[in-house]
């Protein structure tokens, strides 16, 4: 019977437990044995304890939990080679040749890594005596399958990552509340928001919550918005607006990427428009909690072609990860994914914010 490992890495973001709990049931469900890798990589590379068999009930309930209950980690040790041989090894003395992964692009590159570097790193283990010939041959052969797993949205090639909505869901309704407190005082409020290199959920929640001005990554404002931003406020308030909000990314910048600050645009607030001004950090109750209905759909059905992605793949296909795209999983060429993420960080490095939109699939129109 074949065993299959899951794991969770990088950030958690609500919904990996759902994809755990697909990935566990369906392996089980198409007679195979499923193992869950505890604390992330550290975990393939620590192996004991931490890579455990699972049970169909030992995921029972898993869906409407916060975070991870796997764990997830930083793990040094598997970006060095030394530790992905321990890694593999850990592999073949528990049978497991096939990973599903739900992590960030980071999370996934490595994954990637590891399988290019299969059979060397098993082949390897041999030469240095610690595994034998025999061992290493039903396991010639590693297939992984990522699950994009980030409250940021900011994996191209899809349009949702595992936990985004949840997320979206917690920051509108704390900017709602926000809201109500600041109309009381006719305060201004600057919330910051998650999101270092992609401002999905800066944009999204200012057109959600009707914010007056937000700062995004891909798309800074143009070098006189100070004013543009104070004037904007201004006509809102002559309309009768009794709050200011103004919503930013932690990895907002100016078009010379000089970071910008929250605040910076509450003392702007404040000194220029005489707002008694305050700022929110809404920091990590963004990113715990429970999955909203979206992240358990997504999350679930994700898993269940994870799965069939693992049992279906030849030593030839590229590693894949799963997306949606249209309403429609699909599943996708996990670095053409990757490369297209990273161009977008590229993009934006080198300044050329149109490109970095397009690459994000945004129109803007002033
Ligand atoms: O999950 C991604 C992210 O939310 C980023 O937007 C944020 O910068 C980062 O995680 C913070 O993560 P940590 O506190 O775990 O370093």
Redesign the pocket.
């Known amino acids: 019977r074949r065993r299959i490992g899951v794991m969770t890495s ?4 609500p919904g990996m437990n759902g994809a755990v709990r697909a990935v566990v049931r369906m392996s089980i469900h198409m007679g195979c044995e499923a193992y869950a890798i505890f604390e992330g990589y550290e975990g393939l590379v620590n192996g004991g304890d931490l890579i455990k068999e699972m049970k169909w009930e030992d995921v029972r309930g898993w869906q409407s939990r916060g975070g991870t209950l796997i764990g997830t980690a930083r793990c040094m040790p598997f970006m060095e080679r030394w530790g992905r041989l321990k890694a593999a090894k850990n592999m073949v003395l528990r049978g497991i040749d096939a990973l599903v992964i739900c992590g ?1 692009d980071g999370s996934l590159t490595g994954a990637d890594k590891f399988r290019a570097e299969w059979p060397g790193l098993i082949n390897e283990l041999v030469e240095t005596g610690e595994l034998t010939q025999e061992q290493i041959e039903p396991y010639k052969h590693l297939n992984i399958v990522g699950l994009v797993g ?3 949205n900011d994996m191209s090639g899809t349009d949702a990552t595992i936990g985004c909505y949840s997320s979206l869901d917690r920051i509108c309704s704390a900017v709602d509340d926000v809201f109500d407190t600041a109309a009381s005082h006719q305060r201004g409020f600057v919330v910051e928001v ?3 290199h ?1 401002g999905w959920l800066a944009l999204m929640a200012s057109i959600a919550t009707g914010a007056d001005f937000v700062f995004i990554p891909e798309k800074p404002p143009r070098a006189e918005w100070e004013d543009q931003m104070c004037d904007i406020i201004k006509k809102h308030r002559s309309r009768g607006k009794r709050r200011s909000i103004v919503i930013i990314a ?2 907002a910048h100016d078009e010379n990427l000089k970071k910008i600050t929250a605040n910076h645009v509450k003392d702007l607030l404040t000194n220029k428009l005489n707002l008694d001004t305050r700022v929110t950090v809404l920091g ?1 109750t ?2 715990g909690g429970q999955a909203c209905f979206y992240d358990r759909w997504l999350s679930t059905i994700q898993g269940v072609e994870a799965v069939n992605a693992i049992l279906e793949a030849t030593p030839e296909t590229p590693t894949p990860v799963i997306t949606i795209r249209e309403n429609k999983i699909e599943r996708s060429d996990l670095m053409e994914a990757v490369a297209m993420t990273k161009a977008v960080n590229a993009a934006i490095a080198a300044k050329d914010f149109d490109k970095a939109m397009q690459l994000r699939d945004v129109e803007f129109k002033e």
Not at 10 to 13: E, Y
């Open positions: 990088g950030g958690d973001s960030g980030s409250i940021d998650m999101g270092r992609c932690e990895g990590h963004q990113r």
